[in-house]
């Protein structure tokens, strides 16, 4: 851990137009990435993070002038003491006064700073968490916890919603092929059911062995509609199976909040707790990700991906943008999207296991940081989170590459590479092996989108170049790494809403639509619009 006293009580709050260090980066001269590339640029471009995890910036459109400016803005917005100030328990979800504490869900980052909420040491809540699930999964593992009949678990669902499914069905298959090297010494099948689309359960019911699983039920709440209905489905299900001794609710554990129905429920398996100061995106380091991967992988592996994770965090207190990889890709990302005014940005993994890591970085972006007012309430000016979309590579490359090569929008894009395969299966082809053709394309689409390729006599096969990207680098995708990436993303919004003095913790952007689907099942009342919608998807009498 990092030894910091208290935060310091003199944190300024103020718009990024409101500072001097953004009329300065107004002002300087755009870097030309397409002249300016160069081996050297390339190999003096790279910070170090977690484990193995680099940051590489050399194809984006900046130099020394633009950094500097970047690294005044991110001292004139006190970036690094706002962040202590969140670890030492300060009320940072100002919309909701709450905390904000998913970084101490992997550990103190902070020596000696304790964090009292709602009467409780908050570190050693989560510490005895962790404790919990460690031994439930283990119990589990081995066979001593068994299903209502009598069988072993072999199979996980997990049943939520946005932050109770995006990240945690990422993480699950980020390591499907990890084994005993990664300290996985026993793997449980795993499945998601998210949609209220009774399509959605259909498809992941089928061909379940019911006595042989295990439902995870998440909801902080435990009211979420969709997860309930969810659950009221597959309880359906497992009645309507014949099964004798089937319980279907000693094939249940909960994760919600100690104060939610589902905490009381005692005819359930066990119930694991987060509270109020883990938003569902930021959850996948709490017991909202860490039940699912502990039954499916083992608890070691999730401590792996805790400590990666911590590691990160403990990184991202330093102040010096050029030593401090997520500083630096949160303050490049500012200075794309609010002076060379790019509204996009494509996060392209070069690994198939990170298959759903980029819609779990959708929400996790664009729910944090797609605000228009800031802290205070006050309508901002300039322009906050971007889009953000994403495909594992080579795949993206036969999908919407054309665009972001050719295409009238510049997109900015933030590769994931890895310098080995995650699992043990390759072969060589042609000279080179399956693994060594992926990084080439990777390597590949870098060097393109940068440099570009003139053609006078066949305009569309050139490429004007200056097409921004970057990529975060690791030895292999192990849990530690995984966890490392996970926290880069998670802290780079942070600092980003930081920079644009929004509150990237709350999200009332869901919430209008929440009230309005209840509206429209209690029969629209008398609302004309809701009434002609909902008859346009009436069934046909």
Known sequence: PHKETLMDCSLKYIDMDKTKAYERLLECKPFDVRKGLTPSRIENSTIDEAGSLSFNYASLPVDDDILDALQQLADEQQLIGKYRALLSGEVMNVGEKRLVLHQLTRGRVLEGVSVMADGVEKGAFYENELARIKDFSDKVRSGEIKGSTGKEIATVVQIG?????????????????????????????ARFLSNVDPDDAANVMEGLDLERTLFIL??????????????DLVF????????????????????TSNTSPLASDLSILAAFYMDDYIGGRYSSTSAVGGVVLSLVYGFDVFRQLLDGAHEEDVAALGPNIRKNGVLMDAMIGVYLRNVLGYPYSAVLPYSQEL????????????ESNGKHVNRNGGRLSYKTGPVIFGEPGTNG?????????????????????????QGGLDCTSGGSTSHEKLNANLVAQMVAF?????????????????????????DRLTPFALGSILAHFENKVMFQGFVWNINSFDQEGVQLGKILAKKVLAGCEGDGNLEKYSQLLSKKV
Do not use: W
């Not at 946005?162 to 010494?185: H, Q, V, W």
């Open 218 to 231: 998440v909801s902080k709440s435990g009211t979420t509609q969709e997860t309930l209905a969810n659950r």
């Open 355 to 366: 298959y759903r890591i980029p819609a779990h970085l959708q929400q996790l972006d664009m």
């Open 236 to 255: 359906k299900v497992m009645r309507d199976s014949g099964i004798a001794g089937l319980v279907p609710e000693k094939h249940v554990v909960a994760v």
């Open 450 to 474: 940068a440099c570009g390729k003139d053609d006078e006599e066949n305009p569309n096969k050139a490429f004007d170049g200056n097409r921004p990207s970057s990529v975060l680098v690791a």
């Open 397 to 421: 490359q036969h999908s919407f590459y054309q665009l972001l090569h050719q295409g009238t929008d510049i997109v900015p894009m933030q590769f994931i590479g890895f310098r080995e395969a």
């Open 161 to 189: 919603i946005g932050g109770s499914d995006l990240g945690p069905r990422a993480l699950c298959y980020a390591l499907n092929l990890i084994g005993e090297k990664d300290g996985c010494t026993k793997k449980l099948n």
